[in-house]
């Protein structure tokens, strides 16, 4: 059984920052991707960005590449989403999830474990 719990997210106006993070507990991951995906109201869950364990290989989504970093602690089996410039459109639930099978996925159905969420508000 593997939790995966986010924090960090909050009201930022546009243009500025949030980081969040990802801690994941219940087994130690050797392999694997961990991803952050979103999701506005009223839309489709999409996908933001993923990192392997091993850090070799991250994936962003056009609209985000450029303003947001994924990175990861394998030492505090956390990982990050550093976003910058933010925009009003970059308001969601986002989501971080786990993969345990090999390379990055952009679906959302290849993820084998998912966190609760948490809310992401940009003010114009």
């Known amino acids: 059984q593997v939790q995966l719990v986010e924090s960090g997210g909050g009201l930022v106006q546009a243009g500025g920052s949030l980081r969040l993070s990802c801690a994941a507990s219940?087994?130690?991951?050797?392999?694997?991707?961990m991803g952050w995906f979103r999701q506005a109201p009223g839309k489709e869950r999409e996908f933001v960005a993923a990192?392997?364990?091993?850090?070799?290989?991250?994936d962003y989504a056009d609209s985000v590449k450029g303003r947001f970093t994924i990175s990861r602690d394998n030492a505090k089996n956390t990982v990050y989403l550093q976003m910058n410039s933010l925009k009003p459109e970059d308001t969601a639930v986002f989501y971080c999830?786990?993969?345990?099978?090999?390379?990055?996925?952009?679906?959302?159905?290849?993820?084998?474990?998912w966190g609760r969420g948490t809310q992401v508000t940009v003010s114009s």
């Open positions: 990192i392997t364990w091993s850090g070799f290989s991250t």
């Open positions: 219940g087994r130690t991951f050797s392999s694997g991707s």
């Open positions: 999830a786990a993969r345990l099978g090999v390379g990055i996925l952009r679906g959302s159905v290849t993820y084998d474990y």
